[in-house]
Each structure stands twice: as structure tokens, then as C-alpha cells.
């Protein structure tokens, strides 16, 4: 969190869960500047837990962090710059193998959706690969999350593009830095999603994206989806993708 009672730093706190209560241990520094945007995921495959935000000390730029937990402590390794522009809506999620997927709005690309693709190795984080385009309009809001039934990557976002209008996306990783995302998917619609927030049950194996309706006075919703083959059309050849979805070449 943005320590605003402080020094306006970004600090981390770890919390111990008893029953129905929670204990809190004292609280980390991990950058001393002013953070936005900052967004946090934890990568069951090293045991560390990941932020990426926008450091304000450093002309805003889209940064990531890898952090340690022991007992109630937690411990940084060094911030690492994914994007040397402009960086908002910064939106990270573990793919349930072995990458950290990091979404954000590009400053220096006209605010176009990206995504970065990183490993992790202690406390050390790597972005390989060049930064991917996922939306080629200005976005905002993005949440993001992994279907970990299909193994799919899940974002929504409010799409600038096209009437400001909840959208979805997802896709598969298909090499060590890259996805393969499939076609947009509007859930919201009539001025648009702010806020978006989505998660995997997996319990049901079901999305659910909650957001604030600017279409209903921005009031809290929540839609239920999933991810499904999409529909077809009688006559036309379909093949299967690499990414596990089905396209007419």
C-alpha cells in the first residue's frame, strides 16, 4: 500500500489469519518514493509474492518487485523498471506454472493495454521477451487473474475504444515470454466498467468480475462467466490453436 500517513512510500504487511480474526506483523518498505497503481500476486512456484506499480520517484514508470515471507516479516529484493513510460492500471497475476504476467496501460504507447512476461528466481524478477499488446485502444482498470481449469490468462479492463465498455480477454501461454490472446469479449456495456476486479472459482470453475457500473450510478456489480469454445458457423473448417482455442486459419 501507499503509506500516506508516513513518508507517501510503498510498504508491505504481512498478516497471520486465526479463525475469523487477523494479526498483522510491522510493516516493510519496499520503495521509498511514492507509489500508484500498484497491484500484488503471489507465485506459488517460488514462494514469493510479487508487486508491480508505478513509482512516482522514477517518472512513473511500470516496476515490479519480488518479496520474501518468514513468519511475520517479509523481505525485498531490488526493484526491476518493466516499461520506461507512463505507467497506469498495472494489474499482475502468477500463470500457475512458472511466469508472472504484468498488464498495464502504456504511456508511451498511446495508452494501449500491454503485458510483460517475467520469471522469477529468488528474490530477483525477469522480464524477457518484448512487451505484448493486448488491446490496441486506450484502457484502464484492468484486473487480471488465471483460470487455472483451462489454464487460461484472464483480463478485464475498460476499453476506451470502444465506448468505454467492460471487456474480457484471454488467452494461453504459448512459449517462455509470450501469450496468445483470443477475441475481446464485452461483459458491460452503456459507459463502461471502472474499477474491474476478477477472480477464479475454481470451486465451480467459474469467472467473476466485479466492477463499478458507470452505466447505473457506478453502483458494485458482479457478472459470472467462463470460458468456452466461442460459437460457430455451419459450413466453415475450424482448427485447433497452440494457445488450446479454435480459429478459422
Keep these: 500500500y501507499l503509506d500516506t500517513g508516513g513518508s507517501n512510500t510503498g510498504e508491505a504487511i504481512v498478516g497471520t489469519v486465526s479463525n475469523t480474526s487477523i494479526s498483522f506483523g510491522t510493516p516493510v518498505q519496499f520503495e521509498p518514493a511514492t507509489i500508484e497503481y500498484n497491484s ?4 506459488s512456484n517460488s514462494n514469493r509474492v510479487i508487486i508491480a506499480y508505478s513509482d512516482a520517484g522514477n517518472s512513473t514508470y511500470g516496476t515490479a518487485v519480488v518479496g520474501t515471507v518468514s513468519g511475520t516479516s517479509i523481505s525485498f ?10 505507467t497506469r492500471s498495472n494489474a499482475v497475476t502468477f500463470d500457475g506454472a512458472n511466469r508472472i504476467i504484468v498488464a498495464y496501460r502504456d504511456g508511451g504507447n498511446s495508452n494501449y493495454g500491454t503485458i510483460n512476461v517475467a520469471s522469477v528466481s529468488g528474490n530477483s524478477i ?9 488491446a490496441a485502444s486506450a484502457v484502464d482498470d484492468i484486473g487480471a487473474t488465471v483460470d487455472s481449469n483451462l489454464g487460461k490468462i484472464v483480463l478485464a479492463y475498460r476499453d476506451g475504444g470502444n465506448s468505454s465498455d467492460g471487456t474480457a480477454i484471454f488467452g494461453a501461454r504459448i512459449s517462455s515470454y509470450v501469450v496468445d490472446f483470443e477475441s475481446p469479449v464485452v461483459y458491460e456495456t452503456g459507459g463502461g466498467a471502472r474499477f474491474n476486479s476478477v477472480i477464479f ?5 467459474k469467472l467473476v468480475i466485479s466492477y463499478g457500473d ?3 450510478s457506478t453502483y458494485g456489480t458482479s457478472i459470472v462467466g467462463e470460458i468456452g469454445a466461442g460459437s460457430f458457423t455451419t459450413g466453415s473448417k475450424y482448427y485447433v490453436t497452440t494457445a488450446g482455442s479454435y480459429s478459422t486459419s
Aim: glycine letters at 12%; hydrophobic letters at 35%.
Design 40 to 43: 500484488i500476486t503471489f507465485d
Design 77 to 86: 529484493g531490488t526493484p526491476v523498471v518493466y516499461n520506461t513510460a507512463t
Design 126 to 134: 525477469l522480464f524477457g521477451g518484448t512487451a505484448a499488446v493486448f
Design 201 to 205: 472459482d475454481s470451486n465451480s470453475n
Design 214 to 216: 458507470s452505466g447505473n
